[in-house]
């Protein structure tokens, strides 16, 4: 039987394609490490939508829902697409239409030396953020009315189940406690089944310290003292927040990873990793992209591909070379894109 994995890679658009260059190499290192993996690029973002009109054709949609095991993305975002059309229709889209509900964010700080100007920060966080992906304010339901607008947020039961039972299963298996973050008291319809779904998984694994903490509350204790939390489950809008004050403990938007996954696995291709990070187009196109999160990205691929021992390596390249303080601009260096991936990459085996 093949077993080759295949891999879809879209650089999408501004840093995305600086960071994808350092990741390609990391997976022609697995594939010389004995890894069946074959790689198709694809030019989806805002130079291909100003170009054709075309977003993400339903053609590669298909191919890439059928035909690939997994999407490596860089990132989307143009200031010459001002709406964001494009972005919806390509990132939006393949998190909605493959049911990649689960979002997660792991933000474990990576060196145990402390950049410039965190010095008086814990050096220590190890926060792993479950955001539901697919839906809350995040469906693009609504409207503008005179005088009025409306955003929809939709929650569905099978997919709060589905990122809870995941976020449940992590805390059982680690045995760290699980907050889940919610303003049930205001948000009673949506927030409300987000509870009783909590609840039922709650009686289901009594071994897991799992307790509900309002946002505003939970954000407040997190700055005071993030080494309290391991595991935070939220919903889609609430965990975007979450996950980039958590990633701020540890080195800011450069370092941070995410990998969405599907595990009820309807399609072949069940996961789409890529850096927390947007297309920066504040930075775009200088070399002073931090490809950190997207290398820790690509890690993040390896475990869920079940590549564990290339997942670990490129994970502990990434700790040594900034032990040994390989730096871009964001964390106080000098270093280029160019070199701080490479700076990672020599330290692989
Ligand atoms: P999105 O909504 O798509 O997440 P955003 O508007 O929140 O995007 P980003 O593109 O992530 O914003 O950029 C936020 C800030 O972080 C910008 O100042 C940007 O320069 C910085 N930034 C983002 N990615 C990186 C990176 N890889 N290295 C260094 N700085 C980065």
Partial sequence: MDNTVRIALIPGDGVGYEVMAEARPCLEWAQNRGRAVETIELPYGADHFLATGE??????????????????????????????????????????????????????????TPYPGMENRTPSVDIEVFRENTEGPYCLQGSTEPGRAVDLAIHTESAVHRLLSAAFRRAEATGHPLVLAHKANVLKHGHGLWMRVFEALRR???????????????????????????ILAADNYLGDLISDLCAAYIGGMGVAPSL????????????????????APDIAGQGLANPTGMLLGTALLFRHLAWEPEAEALERAVARALSEGARTRDLGGTLSTKAMGQAIRDQLP
Avoid: K, Y
Wanted: aromatic fraction near 6%; charged fraction near 25%; charge should be neutral.
């Fill in 204 to 230: 289901e694994h009594p071994q897991v310290a799992a307790r509900g903490m309002h946002a505003d509350a939970l954000l407040c204790a997190l700055v005071q003292d993030p080494t309290a939390f391991r």
């Fill in 55 to 112: 977003t993400l054709p339903e053609t590669a949609f298909l191919h890439i829902r059928d035909r690939c095991d997994a999407i490596l993305f860089g990132a989307v975002g143009d200031p010459r697409v001002p709406d964001g059309r494009h972005a919806e229709e390509i990132l939006l889209r393949l998190r909605q239409d493959l049911q990649l509900t689960v979002n997660f964010r792991p933000c474990r700080t990576p060196c145990p």
């Fill in 260 to 279: 969405s996954w599907a595990p009820h696995r309807p399609f072949r291709c069940t996961a789409l990793a890529e850096p927390v990070h947007g297309s």
